[in-house]
């Protein structure tokens, strides 16, 4: 059964940082590429950032470009997203999604349960 | 990267079809085939419902159709059944190389 599981998620201060996790099973990780997407707190979904299958190509949506960082462990089977200077407005549920290929460009699926990144003084 | 515009909510009774629309620019929804729609149920996971405008993955009813008109994509769903009532999202690829989701429509059924 394909699976994605996303941890790390917390309550930080506006400034702050956290590294969010996402474990891969049940496929070939390296075969896809790999999307974050968050939805804050009754609001709808926001692309944020997407990496390819070799992690050497990332793109990143405006609201957090220069402060969110994706990188992958294909040995480890996970994705990261690392959170710099978080504001109040990075309040969200974020889930990890496959890619359809190697890059990523089209659709999403399977996606994780998400995890809770709160951001508050 | 604005938003893909959705209808805030749609309604429709047992039985009957109702389409969501998706309207977006040339440099996203007209610009390329790569339009998906998400179905959410409330505490769940976003589930792919149809890919590249008009596909079907395996395991979706075939009461669910995309199509796409210029800037505009729409999901249809007929003989609408209880089950169906969840939130629905567009997302296309754009000419920044990003993604980018629709507002999100609530489907009641009726």
């Known amino acids: 059964e394909v699976q994605l599981v996303e941890s790390g998620g917390g309550v930080a201060r506006p400034g702050g940082s956290l590294r969010l996790s996402c474990a891969a099973s049940?496929?070939?990780?390296?075969?896809?590429?790999m999307s974050w997407v968050r939805q804050a707190p009754g609001k709808g979904l926001e692309w944020v950032s997407r990496?390819?299958?070799?992690?050497?190509?990332?793109t990143y949506a405006d609201s957090v470009k220069g402060r969110f960082t994706i990188s992958r462990d294909n040995a480890g089977n996970s994705l990261y997203l690392q959170m710099n200077s978080l504001r109040a407005e990075d309040t969200a549920l974020y889930h990890c999604?496959?890619?359809?290929?190697?890059?990523?460009?089209?659709?999403?699926?399977?996606w994780g349960q998400g995890t809770l990144v709160t951001v508050s003084s | 990267q604005s938003a893909l515009t959705q209808p805030a909510s749609v309604s429709g009774s047992p039985g009957q079809s109702i389409t969501i629309s998706c309207t977006g620019t040339?440099?996203?929804?007209?610009?390329?085939?790569?339009v998906s729609w998400y179905q959410q149920h409330p505490g769940k996971a976003p589930k792919l419902m149809i890919y590249?405008?008009?596909n079907r993955p395996s395991g979706v009813s075939n009461r669910f159709s995309g199509s796409k008109s210029g800037n505009t994509a729409s999901l249809t769903i007929s003989g609408l059944q209880s089950e169906d009532e969840a939130d629905y999202y567009c997302?296309?690829?754009?000419?920044?190389?990003?993604?980018?989701f629709g507002g999100g429509t609530k489907l009641t059924v009726l």
């Open positions: 999604a496959r890619c359809s290929t190697t890059s990523c460009y089209n659709w999403f699926d399977p």
């Open positions: 049940g496929f070939t990780f390296e075969d896809y590429g």
């Open positions: 990496i390819n299958w070799n992690g050497r190509s990332t």
């Open positions: 040339s440099s996203d929804v007209g610009g390329y085939n790569y």
């Open positions: 590249e405008v008009n």
């Open positions: 997302s296309s690829y754009t000419s920044s190389s990003t993604l980018v």
